[in-house]
């Protein structure tokens, strides 16, 4: 194990509690608490006046709520600087409470972590001391975050289900979670926080959080168990194994999860949620996942998955390159062989030996890339001046030693109708144009950013962006049962935001669905806010990801993805239920509210709502793109998307145009309700024969009665 640089940066605080005072005991969160402390010291190089350790007594809820206070006041904790926050001990779960008439959930139940005096009465007024709920984490998370940077992690060695009470496979393992747990009292609710201008996501179900990296030994609907015999829990035991098997300095969040081995037995599949899984270990700094990466493992039978498939763009008989982790190709990560696409389903897909590559060891999970001679996607561009905008782009070629523009998917064309994208020069810039399109025509075809003639990269850059951009919006279901329009459905609303009785900002939808035929008119307000609520009206389980495509620029943002779990055909949470809604941007789906700008000078734009659905997780990660006409593509690197465990039947694609203008603009004509043939047939058929019966009992009459209709209709047209 290769140790972090920035070890003197690294700040935890480890909770462990076996003795509980009121419910029963546990044999193995105290050791697991002490192998982590003893790693951060001993592996990682933290000083041992960084790590603030809670055992047993010393757990009493005041005392947790004092360690997270104190983390935040912390002066030696600079903005930037890792801290980790590790719990090992008793999880539940309770109902919300009926207070919590601002909170937005898809389930009916909380979550929370048990201090060692859950359920004592220490007081006179005989009220038992309760948990600390997932909401009150959150907030203390966020307002740390506020304080010291998002560089956190929190670690959390517990159940969140109270579903069962022993392992159904009788194997002795003991879960760690308390049924029926104290309720929520009033002062765990009244709770004030004003660090953010939307609700807070819940603290251990919630994903896609700015705050942190949530590191949780399992599921929602499972447990967190642990083995008497070895008095240690199975999640810190496999976690500790495979950070002492890692390079630190080159593994990333989704990287490490990924490496992770359960034993077989009782269903635990340890979840990572956060916006910044991508990131390197304990470090906010340096560069983190490359999105190239796909990752993939290797079946116990030898089959070798990949976790992306035609919905990916992948194609039969592409070779991919594989390597141990998804840090860019380096000394410390090398190329270790490549394998070739054998069959695709719409996720995934199924990788065999080439015949002319050497054989290699493949490891039990992996991160690969495309390989191909050409991996570029085609992008067609006009452009008067062709051979000066050649010479602009050879130049970049040659640099990177590629061989000619097609090995690239440039393709020239002489008609600008048939072009994906036209560019022209004016002065010393390189000026960029949208395809003619109905929807596009609401808006200049010019594109608002430019590129510095002498940028030659900058200019290949904006070429990759656009044909990435083109390729993902116009996928569409690639399954051969692809679900049916109505049976996902999507509602796009306005957020009203208002102080709740406990003094707490939050947001709930207010108003009609804005989306009408696919299309959405808005006249911006910077002040206003929205979020989505996509309702699931089939029996299935499923798997939403939801992406913001921008038309100004070519950027691709993650709004919502489903949580990375650690592979291998294990079951992540679907937080789309059966028969039931998620919200994105308020409640607990834990995404942020979404809000929409124009430039300055700039009376219209144009964006793009993409909702991939699927019936197990999939990987998604090379979607994402940041803005080409920045320097620095940051951004693109820290929105890795879940990685698929299950090759999956079922996928469908929902895309919204969103037409934004400002205000006094005149509004777009949008798209209408296309005529039911089937209807008018039958409308058609009535009407003839009325005219017919008409004209053998009154002639005259049936006769007035047509000219004056043919009169009034096309008068009415004209």
């Not at 600087?81 to 779960?93: L, M, N, V």
């Not at 719409?346 to 290699?360: A, E, G, H, Q, R």
């Not at 510095?452 to 990435?468: H, I, K, M, T, Y």
Request: aromatic fraction near 10%.
């Amino acid at each position: 194990m290769k140790s972090i640089g920035s070890a003197q940066s690294v700040f935890a605080l480890v909770i462990g509690i076996n003795k509980y005072e009121i419910h029963d005991t546990l044999e193995g969160a105290v050791a697991d608490a002490d192998a982590f402390a003893r790693f951060l010291v001993e592996g990682l190089g933290v000083d041992n006046d960084h790590v603030m350790n809670l055992r047993d007594e010393a757990a009493k809820k005041a005392d947790i709520v004092s360690a997270f206070e104190s983390l935040k006041s912390n002066a030696k904790i600079q903005s930037g600087d890792a801290i980790i926050i590790y719990f090992s001990g008793h999880g539940a779960r309770t109902p919300v409470p009926t207070e919590w008439t601002d909170w937005e959930s898809n389930e009916s139940q909380i979550e929370m972590i048990c201090p060692v005096d859950i359920g004592s009465t220490p007081g006179e007024d005989g009220i038992e001391i309760g948990g600390i709920p997932d909401r009150m984490v959150g907030i203390w998370l966020n307002e740390l975050s506020k304080e010291k940077g998002n560089n956190i992690a929190l670690i959390m060695d517990c159940c969140h289900s109270a579903s069962a009470t022993r392992d159904p496979n009788c194997t002795g393992l003991v879960p760690r979670q308390i049924l029926n747990p104290p309720a929520i009292i009033v002062k765990d609710w009244h709770v004030s926080s004003q660090s953010r201008g939307a609700a807070v996501a819940p603290g251990f179900g919630g994903q896609n959080q700015e705050s942190h990296v949530l590191l949780a030994a399992c599921g929602r609907e499972e447990l967190a168990w642990e083995n008497p015999k070895t008095q240690r829990g199975l999640f810190t035991t496999a976690l500790l194994e495979a950070l002492s098997e890692s390079d630190l300095c080159d593994l990333t969040y989704n990287t490490l999860f990924r490496k992770i081995h359960i034993p077989v037995g009782p269903p635990q599949t340890p979840h990572c949620y956060g916006r910044h899984i991508g990131r390197r270990l304990f470090n906010g700094h340096a560069t983190g996942a490359d999105p190239s990466f796909v990752f993939g493992y290797k079946r116990d039978d030898g089959t070798i998955i990949l976790d992306a498939g035609g919905a990916h763009g992948v194609q039969l008989s592409s070779r991919y390159s594989l390597y141990r982790n998804n840090v860019g190709s380096s000394l410390s990560n090398p190329h270790l062989g490549f394998l070739v696409v054998h069959s695709i389903t719409p996720n995934t897909s199924i990788l065999v030996p080439t015949k002319d590559s050497p054989s290699f060891e493949i490891p039990s999970k992996f991160c690969a890339r495309d390989a191909r001679n050409n991996p570029y996607r085609t992008i067609v561009v006009y452009c008067k001046d062709q051979s000066k905008l050649e010479a602009v782009l050879l130049k970049t070629l040659e640099r990177a030693n590629i061989r000619s523009l097609e090995a690239t998917g440039i393709v020239f064309v002489d008609n600008v109708k048939s072009a994906d994208l036209s560019i022209s020069f004016e002065d010393n810039e390189v000026v960029f144009y949208r395809k003619e399109s109905t929807e596009t025509a609401f808006i200049a075809p010019r594109i608002r950013r430019t590129i510095p003639v002498d940028d030659s990269e900058g200019v290949f850059r904006v070429l990759r962006a656009s044909a990435n951009f083109n390729a993902h919006l116009n996928t569409t279901s690639t399954s051969a049962h692809p679900i049916s329009d109505n049976m996902v459905t999507m509602e796009f609303q306005k957020l009203d935001g208002k102080w709740s009785d406990e003094y707490k900002w939050v947001v709930t939808p207010t108003g009609p669905n804005l989306i009408a035929n696919e299309q959405v008119d808005m006249v911006v307000d910077s002040n206003v806010i929205f979020g989505v609520t996509i309702h699931n009206h089939t029996d299935s389980p499923l798997y939403p990801y939801l992406f913001y495509f921008d038309g100004s620029d070519f950027g691709i943002q993650v709004w919502y993805v489903p949580p990375v779990g650690i592979g291998g055909g294990r079951n992540l949470d679907a937080p789309l239920s059966p028969n039931a809604k998620f919200p994105i941007g308020y409640g607990d789906g834990g995404a942020l509210p979404w809000a929409f700008h124009l430039p300055n000078g700039e009376n219209k734009d144009i964006g793009f709502l993409k909702l991939y659905v699927t019936d197990s997780p999939s990987d998604f990660a090379n979607i994402s793109q940041g803005s080409p006409f920045d320097d620095a593509d940051a951004r693109q690197l820290e929105y890795p998307i879940a990685s698929a465990m299950i090759p999956s039947n079922i996928f469908s694609t929902k895309t919204v145009t969103i037409l934004q203008r400002r205000e006094g603009t005149p509004p777009p004509i949008l798209k209408t309700e296309p005529p039911n043939p089937h209807a008018s047939g039958s409308h058609s058929r009535i009407t003839i024969f009325v005219i017919l019966v008409g004209f053998l009992l009154y002639p005259t009459f049936t006769a007035l009665s047509l000219l004056c209709f043919c009169f009034c209709f096309y008068g009415h047209v004209s």
